[in-house]
């Protein structure tokens, strides 16, 4: 049997990862008691950096877990990330705080859409894929400060 070189391989499976990673969806396996919410207000500083919270809560979990959340302005089809926090899969409600500049646009006080994801990052053959435990997206104003 000719042996094959393994790097097309691990691109091909690094590619699907990359791909899983920006699918927003949940699958059906997320578990309902599983939550992340987004408060009504977020902050945007003078120099632009951007500060969003809310909470979450999640179980389990056998690989790191993180709150990640983005932003977008008054351009709707511009998404900027903002931060991630390490989470604690414990069963209990926490608070998270993202905080971020983003790096083209600025973004100004008023109405803005985020979305906030709790996503675990779980070893399967060998790569980090994701696992969705829970999304919200939320319309919110943006505060000065």
């Known amino acids: 049997m000719p042996v094959r070189p393994l790097r097309p391989a691990l691109a091909a499976a690094a590619g699907a ?15 309902a008691t599983e939550t992340v919410t987004v408060d009504p207000l977020g ?18 979990g056998s690989g790191p877990v993180f709150v990640s959340s983005s ?13 991630g926090t390490r989470a604690v899969c414990d069963g209990v409600e926490h608070r998270w705080e993202n905080t971020g500049r983003p ?3 600025v973004l100004e006080p008023g109405p803005a859409r985020v979305e906030a994801t709790l996503m675990e990052l779980r070893l399967q053959g060998g790569l980090p ?3 969705f435990h829970a999304a919200e997206q939320r319309d919110i104003t943006l505060t000065k400060g």
Do not use: E, N, Q
Not at 43 to 55: E, F, I, K, M, W
């Open 103 to 105: 790096t083209s646009d």
């Open 129 to 131: 894929l994701p696992r």
């Open 43 to 60: 902050r945007v500083a003078g120099d632009g950096t951007v500060t969003l919270s809310g909470t979450y809560r999640c179980t389990g």
């Open 17 to 31: 990862a990359l791909f899983l990673l920006a699918v927003p969806a949940l699958p059906a396996s997320a578990d």
């Open 71 to 83: 932003v977008s302005g008054s351009s709707p089809s511009v998404r900027h990330g903002i931060g």
